[in-house]
Each structure stands twice: as C-alpha cells, then as structure tokens.
C-alpha cells in the first residue's frame, strides 16, 4: 500500500493561478464573443530582446558542432553566467558575493519551494499575509503546519499581518521563529523595504538564530534611488540571509526558464546534535542530487542580459512595464479606488470598490468589464477586500482594460 503524504490534504484549494485560469475558461466558453484581457498572472508579453536570442541561437550553433557540443554541464551553472551574476548584480552595487556562491536554477518558484526541505520538520515559519502562495504551501506540504482553520489560515504558521497602515510590510514577531520568507519588491502588493524596515529583519535573524528567505525576484523594477535591491546591502545580512533572484520578469524568461539562489557561506543552522551546519553545503548536496542545471544555450541567454546591448534591451522592457503600472496607477487613482504599489513593482495593488470581497470583485470585473486580474484574498486572508492587476500585458490591452473599468466601474 502506498501512503500517502496526507499534508496534501491540508491545502485548502488548487494553486492559485490555476484556479483563476479555470474560471476565466469556464467564463470564456459560456461567452465566446467577449475579448478577455488578463492582467492575473505576472507573465510578460514582449518578445525576448534580441541580443538575448543572438546569444541562444549562437549556442545552439555551438551545439550543432563536434568541438562546441556539452553534454551535463555543471549542476551550479557555468562560470560564465556565475561571474557575471557576481559582477553585475552584486559587485556594482558595493556586495560581495562569491561564484561559487551563486546556485543557477530553473526558477525562483522552484529555489524558494525547494528551499525548505533544509530545514527540520518542526522549524517554525513566519509568512507575511498576504504572500507569494509558493513559500506558505510548500511548507504545509512538507508538513510544518496543521490544518487550515475557517480563515484559510494554518495552525502552526506564524503569519505577518501587511496592511494598509503598516505600508504593507511585515513587522519582525516578538516570538521565535526559525525561518521567514521575505519578498521584496513585493509581490503581491507592490511594497518596498527600505534599509530601516531590512535592518530589522537582519537583527531580528541574529537576534534569534533564524534565517531569512529573501526574495528579490522583481529587485530590476526598482525606480527609487534609495531602496536596496539585496538583502546583502545590509550589514551582518551574509551571516543570516539566502536570496533568490530570476529572470523572468526582468529579462522576460517566464518561458525560458532561469534563475538563482545564493547561500552565502557563513549562513547555518543548527543539527541535532547541536553543531552548526552551513547551509551552503546542505543546498550543494541537495542541487547537485536533484538537478542537472539549466541548459547552455539558457544560461548563455541569461549572461547576455548583462552584455551592454543586453542591459538597454532588458531596461526598456523593464521601462514599457513600469509604464503600463504608472498608467494602471493613475487610471484607478482617478476614478477614486485606492492604490497601492506600481512604483518600484510591476504589481498594482487596489481596495477593491463598492464593498465586494476580492472573488466577488474578480467576478463582476470579469462579468462587467472582460478584465482578469488576481484577487487580492488567493494570497492570505490579509489580501481579502485587494485585488492586484499586473503591468505585465501589452500596452494596447492595458488601456483598453482601463477603459473598460472605467465604464464598468466610473
Ligand atoms: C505572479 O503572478 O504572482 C507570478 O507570475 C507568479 C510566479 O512568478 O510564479
């Protein structure tokens, strides 16, 4: 007989994007005429710039020849891509990070699912609410929960309420906890950290032994000179801190598939015994036991958007979105609705109008206007009465969406 994990059964519903993209088939099929825009899932829509696919196609040409061809490359990813990763995104920004540091991988989805299964199973996890719905169901998959209680909360979890008047941003707990997943800029709500609110974080991390899962996933679409793009812009963050990054919205890799993880060497925990154990030897073990790395010509496509063609073709995308967020902003400011985020995330984040819940908003959007965005409650009971719409969609669709908010709900 083979058991089953039963920590499955704990999860309240299907994954979130999933679940959107049922309702807006089963919305399609009832009314083929109506022309959808989907502003829901964070998924770009410009092509790959072209310097990028210059530098796949040339490693596919690599691959076509007897002294270009690789079979496994290594599990860390190439030293090509590491270094410039170290270069670009760190050392120009005053941070040390080693190469060997850098864990390249297929997504950050993937890094800040996978990451858990370092930890014991009874380490305990804060969560900011309302959060990236992968950090908090992966951990009750691997059960370090007990099971959701009418509000779609775990028992067990350590939530970090984010509201309005806290500007979004978790506060440290005054209890212990041993792991705490951090996104910023913030999916979903668009907030920020300054130094002062990571200062915190970071003390609170040694203060009480734990370590922080820094997400830095939308780090490019910072606009606001002072913010920190790393959680390594902070003093002591090295000893305490891992950080995944991606290209798939900076670079428009959502299909193309990288992204990485670094663990700073001098990060631990604690095993059994007592001894402290680094993790980076936890997670080279585990990388190199689960994953064969991402493919040549990927990495070489990831590497050229650090090349200086690379670095103005991403920027312009980045700017096209920030652009599309900006109008998004503006558009539902002026028709009243309370607006959040869009200034350093390419998210919006807006109370939804006319007193209806997230789902009933999503629906009567939907209904009225043709227009998919997420509901802000698919990310924690504290995302209840939000709703956040992407700036990730062609400019076109955006202000026609806008346009038909504004007749649906002005
Ligand atoms: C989102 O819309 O929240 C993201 O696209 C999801 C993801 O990056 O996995």
Known sequence: MARINDNYLKLSAGYLFPEIGRRVR????????????????????????????DAMSAAVDELRTEAGFRGYGPEQGYDFLRSAIAEHDFASRGVAVDVDEIFVSDGSKCDSGNVQELFACDARV?????????YLDTNVMAGRSGSA???????????????????????????????????????????????????????????????????AAYEAFITESDIPHSIYELDGARDVALEFRSYSKTAGFTGTRCAYMVVPRAVTGV?????????????????????????????????????????????????????????IRQSLATLGLEVHGGINAPYVWVRTPEGLGSWEFFDAL?????????????????????????????????????????????
């Not at 970071?202 to 820094?214: C, I, P």
């Not at 590497?303 to 109008?327: C, F, H, K, T, W």
Request: with cysteine; proline share 7%.
């Open 271 to 327: 095993a059994t015994d007592g001894s402290r154990v680094d993790l980076h030897r936890l997670w080279t073990r585990r990388h190199t036991t689960k994953f064969n790395g991402v493919s040549y010509p990927v990495q070489r496509a990831a590497a050229a958007s650090y090349s200086p063609q690379g670095q103005i073709e991403v920027r312009a995308n980045i700017d096209y979105y920030m652009r599309n967020a900006a109008l």
């Open 26 to 53: 089963s919305f399609q099929q009832a009314h083929p005429e109506a022309r959808i825009i989907r502003l829901g899932i964070g998924d770009v829509v410009l092509p790959l710039p072209a310097s990028i696919c």
């Open 149 to 215: 209680g009418g509000d779609g909360r775990y028992a067990g979890i350590v939530y970090l309420p984010c509201t309005a008047q806290s500007g979004f941003l978790p506060s440290p707990p005054r209890e212990r906890v041993d792991l705490v997943y951090l996104c910023f800029p913030n999916n979903p709500t668009g907030a920020v950290a300054r130094r002062d609110d990571l200062a915190r974080w970071v003390a609170y991390a040694h203060e009480y032994d734990a370590v922080l899962l820094f997400d």
């Open 366 to 410: 939907l209904t009225r206007a043709h227009v998919v965005g997420t509901p802000g409650a698919g990310f924690g009971s504290c995302g209840e009465g939000y709703f956040r719409l992407s700036a990730f969609g062609r400019r076109e669709n955006v202000e026609e969406a806008l346009e038909r908010i504004r007749r649906a709900f002005g």
């Open 126 to 134: 804060a969560i900011p609410d309302p959060v990236y719905p992968v």
